[in-house]
């Protein structure tokens, strides 16, 4: 893979990245606390890509490397796929596949709700990939509608994307931070106790499951929907409800039921949903066999980056730009970055849109 290098410590040769170098600029395509994601064109090939730009030094953090090294475990067509890290100037550019088709979420928006037909067929691809990502090891741990991106096709393939939050069980320890967003986070995730992030995966694929169907969050409080507190205690009671006028049929009412239960133990598995009745019906060829779906995504053409030279990138990354004034000087383009929830109990008043993003360790 031909890459602009330039030496930047004692026998190392990094790559580097310009806007203009290698990618084109296409567009701007999202922003949050990470920084800034970008359309870019690769110019050999004119294949477009996402890049998510991080600003060299405190940001590339444990999370980070984390993201890194478990997104780029992970092969398989509902997944988006990992290609690179390069190092630019000022950032650190992680190159993935590009989808087109958006957001499931903003697909939900604008149809309101889906038929049980679409929803299950969108589930079973979601349910394909994060079976993938366990058999991996790999927790998702912030599975939602807005981390799940459509390609651009008639029938569009899911495909999870994100992995900020991730873990494995190989590289890491039982996960006991509350990592997520407040609306698809699992009872046990609340508790300050160490977790089975696979199991709170499941909980996670119920909420998308259910918001698809009913077009609305299963443990907000109707009269109060943007109050944390409330959907945290509606969650820890598992209070829900399936309104009148969503009809859904007895077999997928039994899989939320079984899906929506306070203990982690009794809870369905991944394996049994994919074995429920209503999850077969309709169930496409390709998403039966594991193993099929693996090899359709081999790409012999284009080499995976090694490990070494990621970390290689990373521990440089953690220094950081000289002469830096913040994330604005490279990228030119003013973010609004969301703060991270500090401690829960340090205001009576909170109010948070359940739909937003907390992190606080335990």
């Known amino acids: 893979m031909d890459r602009a290098a330039v030496t930047v410590g004692p026998g190392m040769d990094m790559p580097i990245m ?20 970008r359309l870019m064109r690769n110019r050999a090939d004119g294949q477009l890509v996402a890049v998510k730009y991080i600003e060299r030094g405190e940001k590339i953090d444990e999370n980070v490397q984390r993201e890194i ?42 149809a309101g709700r889906f038929s049980e037909d ?36 008639t029938a569009p393939r899911l495909k999870i994307c994100d992995f900020g939050y991730s ?13 997520g967003t407040p609306a698809y986070i699992a009872p046990e995730v609340l508790l300050k106790k160490e977790y089975d992030g696979k199991v709170a995966d499941v909980w996670s694929c119920g909420v998308t499951l259910y918001v698809m169907l009913v077009g609305a969050y299963p443990f907000e409080d109707p009269d109060e929907p943007k109050n944390f507190r409330k959907t945290i205690q509606r969650i820890l009671g598992v209070q829900y409800s399936i309104p009148d006028y969503v009809h859904i049929s007895p077999e997928c009412q039994d899989l939320i039921s079984r899906i929506f239960v306070a203990n982690p133990a009794t809870r369905i598995t991944i394996p049994e949903i994919r074995n429920h009745p209503w999850f077969l019906k309709n169930l496409p060829a390709d998403l039966m066999d594991d193993s099929t779906m693996s090899n359709h995504y081999e790409e012999p053409e284009q080499p995976m980056q090694s490990m070494d030279e990621i970390m290689q990138i990373l521990a440089e990354a953690t220094i950081p730009a000289a002469g830096s004034s913040g994330i604005n000087q490279f990228l030119n383009d003013g973010l609004d970055l969301d703060d991270d929830m500090e401690d829960l109990d340090s205001d009576a008043d909170l109010d948070l849109e359940s739909s937003g993003e907390i992190v606080y360790a335990m």
Do not use: W
């Open 69 to 110: 090294i478990n997104h780029r475990s992970l092969r398989h067509p509902n997944i988006i796929r990992f290609k690179e890290v390069i190092l630019t100037p000022t950032h650190l550019a992680i190159v993935m596949e590009y989808a087109s088709g958006g957001e499931l979420f903003e697909r939900i928006c604008n």
């Open 18 to 37: 310009h806007d203009g170098d290698r990618y084109e600029l296409v567009r701007d395509i999202g922003s949050g606390n990470f920084g800034v994601a």
């Open 167 to 179: 873990k494995s069980s190989v590289l890491h320890s039982q996960p006991k931070s509350t990592v």
């Open 118 to 153: 679409e929803a299950r067929f969108f589930f079973q691809q979601l349910i394909s990939g994060v079976s993938y990502c366990h058999s991996m090891q790999v927790c998702h741990r912030d599975l939602k509608l807005e981390n799940t991106l459509l390609d651009g096709s």
